[in-house]
């Protein structure tokens, strides 16, 4: 079993510390850098711990009513949106190339 870490990105230094908190009694996770802020947290190779370490990340951003967060995973950036109001709508992940191509196309 290896490790792979898992960077967010969080605007505000009072929300990574909630989120590393939350992370921290599961993961391995820390504060890096400054504005802004990157929670980094370490994830075995087994998949159902990344989509644990997700699913925690998404409640998190409901919590904190937001709309979405960045990451970096395997050196690739990713959007994870929260759930919907009805939360019937999953949550879902968007490389951001495909952003970027769509913002461009409007």
């Known amino acids: 079993m290896f490790l792979d870490q898992v960077h967010f990105e969080v605007v505000e230094y009072a929300a990574a510390v909630r989120l590393t908190e939350r992370l921290g009694q ?14 980094a947290a ?9 989509a644990a370490l997700l699913r925690s990340v998404e409640a ?12 970096m995973l395997d050196n690739e950036i990713h959007v994870l949106a929260a759930r919907g109001p ?20 409007a």
């Open 26 to 39: 599961t993961w391995t996770a820390g504060v890096l850098g400054g504005e802004p802020y990157v929670v």
């Open 86 to 105: 009805d939360r019937k709508a999953p949550a879902f992940l968007i490389p951001v190339e495909e952003v970027e191509e769509t913002s461009q196309a």
């Open 60 to 71: 998190w951003v409901a919590e904190e009513s937001l709309y979405a967060i960045r990451f």
């Open 42 to 50: 370490a994830v075995s190779s087994d998949p159902s711990d990344l």
